[in-house]
């Protein structure tokens, strides 16, 4: 099986990566995939959605080689439906791999070509701007200081060492805390020679 050649958004929360991720999917030649994309398009009468139902009801988190078997499940639907073309669109993927172990699973799909790394230098103003996402989407829970510093420190400690996984040269940083103008304007600076290149070989 060849792999599904693919570039990874990758940032902590209300990094921007759901938004910037969107924004690309619209560009001919993108296919977006988010893992909350994933979780939703699950059949929760199938094996696997059953699986995920069971974990998910409980409040636990749904186990990696689920998590990439869904995922795998789903990517290949869209691909056999032509709404993603893997000989011709590149795969934006952001929310997955969310763990060391999901980059080891997912080797066997993807060929990682890049990683945009949306960062954040600033902390706090990262917080307020989680706040106020929160409480403009009537989330009030997720408002909460403890439950954004929660976040912030599972994505520390489970998410941050997945970039260990690849090669420091295929990552590139992009500050987070721009407009979103800005930041697609940066992200289009790394994205699209890749897109160009992939673009080139194929009409080769």
Known sequence: ?????????????GSGKGTQGAILGRIPGFYHCSCGDVFRSIDLHSDLGKVFYEY?????????EVTVQMWAKVIHAHSVLSQYKPHVDLLILDGI???????????????VLKIVHLECDNEEEMFDRLRKRALKANRHDDADER???NRWK?????????????????????????SPAEI?????????????????????
């Open 154 to 178: 599972v994505y520390e400690e489970e998410t941050a060492p997945v970039l260990d996984h690849y090669p420091s040269e295929k990552i590139i940083s992009v500050n987070s805390l721009g």
């Open 184 to 204: 697609l304007h940066d992200i289009l600076e790394v994205v699209t020679p890749i897109q160009q290149e992939h673009f080139a070989a194929f009409s080769g």
């Open 1 to 13: 099986m060849s792999l599904y050649k693919s570039m990874l958004l990758f940032g902590a929360p």
């Open 147 to 149: 439950v954004i510093r």
């Open 97 to 111: 791999p969310r763990t060391l172990r999901q980059a080891e699973l997912m080797d066997e799909h993807i060929e």
């Open 56 to 64: 998910s009801s409980r409040g636990e988190l749904v186990p990696d």
